[in-house]
């Protein structure tokens, strides 16, 4: 369900005024779901104290203090009048928009403008003439100690056919009736998750409990093309430590057969290694590389251009920028081609290490390249030009990208598995476009360029918590509205964890009675069912305190009581957040 425009247009009023108006919200329910045990808390806590919600019902939408900072009148046709949206955007780019409509003066038929590779090396300026290879070759310094790097060992693998297809169906005879009926049973279950992957009876949980109910050996009961739909359905799913777990124990049973696994198969275990927690570090790191050792000099299968993807990203988001730049060397030897995700992955190492011209040589080496650019890309810019502290630049391509409103493609609302759609579908349209590249604009034309919620949790995150610029965030909030962005839950998080860094002195523009604004719109719109919304104990550490920081212990307690009521927790998750809380009142 999308959260209504008056909900997720209101938080740019909220952190910027606190004068009502006459319009309210229904008030909030008392639900009286999982308390804290009173006998953990100071006895000092009365009977009498008010509930926080009753004194912020009122919405944010009733703080309003200045005008919008964009119009929120409904986008015309492409062949109507030029919509007020782009009267904010810099002059430059409304004389680029006003020569391109007198190119163009009637779209409607043809489709969206095509888009020319001047006119992408153009959302990201600066930087000299240098290339990728120059400022990777900075960061190496080989003969900084007085001695050149060893040629080191020749690897050298096989790929054998004959053990990714065993058991054949020759092989799975004189198999009783139980079995075979749970064999049945799990083939349709499989095949209908690959086909149909939002239906709740082909979750991948109860796949794994049909797979558990065959006897040991599991794996020898199946065929090989049903281990490898098995072995698929579980590595397309999000990566997290559950899901990771389960893929594992599907992996120990096939090396315990005595079986191999494909190329993507180990590709897939190498990602879940690397990728099942949210920050990688040293541990994933060494966990990624131990699978590529087994992978090549044990289960002798040779490592692709996806395994080097992976290995590339785990070491770059690790900080191990020595092993990433030797991962680069490796694929380079090899005579890998680079790709999207590798392209990516490099702006991303530039900006990690903070160097921008890095950032900028990886952008325009990926569009010589002949990759489709979108959205992803330029958020992975921002990211990289805030990182290096370049906020202007990001601001740019920021402005850049709200001027390809009125000429992107509406693409439906994106999650994990249409991400991967888009990202293959965009893959393959890289490569028509560099077979014929007479069609590369016509193409690019296609591809989105507009801000989504990914560019405004990265814009968020880094003014709400790293700056603590409320004025730029109230901007980002009320734009996310204007572009029929919906509000997620990580917005809200990196508002409390403004308020929780930047509040609780006097004088603060993160004050305690904003918090409660922005407090009352994150209920109502959980009340509401919306979207993207949810409670999980990152959301309740940052929530309480930022009540601790800006308000009082009343508050922070009426704050757990308002969680507690929408919140249905496992026993863990429960226990933490009351000892967080029993030690958060302690200080």
Known sequence: MKVPSRVDGSIYGAILSSRPSSSTFPALPNGAGVRLPWAMLPAWRSDGVRRLCSRCAYTISQKFSRPRLLTTSPVRPTGAQPVQAVASSPPLIRRKISAADQRLPDTRARGPPAVKKEDLLALVEGGGEDTVEDHLEFFRDPYLRGYAPSDGPKVEVSNRKEDTQFPSYTDLENLNDGVEETLKRLRTTVLWRLRYRHSNETDPENIYQIYMKLPEPRMRHLHFRLRHNLLRV?????????????????????????????????????????RYVGKSTETEVESALMLWKEMEREAGVEANSVTFGILFDVASKAGNFTLAEMLYQVMEKRGWEFNRYHHVSLIHFFGLKMDSDGVRAAYR??????????????NCVISGFL??????????????????????????????FKNTVITKVLMMLSKVSRKHPELQGTLQAVSPLVPDLHTYRILVNHFA??????????????????????????????LFKGFSTHGGYSGSDWSEQRLSSVWSA???????????????????????????????KEMVLEAYDALSSRWDPQQMDTEFAADFLYKLLKQ
């Open 234 to 274: 579980f590595g397309e799913t999000r990566k997290t430590p559950k899901s990771m777990l389960r893929y594992f124990a599907l992996v120990a049973d096939v090396k315990n057969c005595g079986l191999r696994l494909s190329q993507a198969e180990w590709n897939a275990a190498m990602s879940f290694a690397s």
């Open 365 to 378: 080496d990926m569009v010589e390249a002949g990759e489709i650019i979108d959205t992803v890309v330029l």
């Open 387 to 416: 990182r290096s502290g370049e906020e202007d630049s990001a601001e740019r391509v920021y402005q850049r990208m709200k001027a390809f409103h009125l000429r992107s493609v509406k693409l439906p609302d994106r999650d994990y």
């Open 465 to 494: 918590v790293k700056l603590g610029d409320l004025g730029r965030v109230a901007q980002y909030l009320d734009e996310m509205s204007f572009f029929n962005v919906p509000l997620h839950g990580s917005i809200f998080l990196a």
């Open 522 to 552: 994150f209920l109502q719109a959980l009340d509401k069912d919306a979207a993207g919304l949810y409670i999980n104990t990152w959301m309740v550490v940052w929530a309480l305190r930022a009540f601790h920081k800006c308000g009082s």
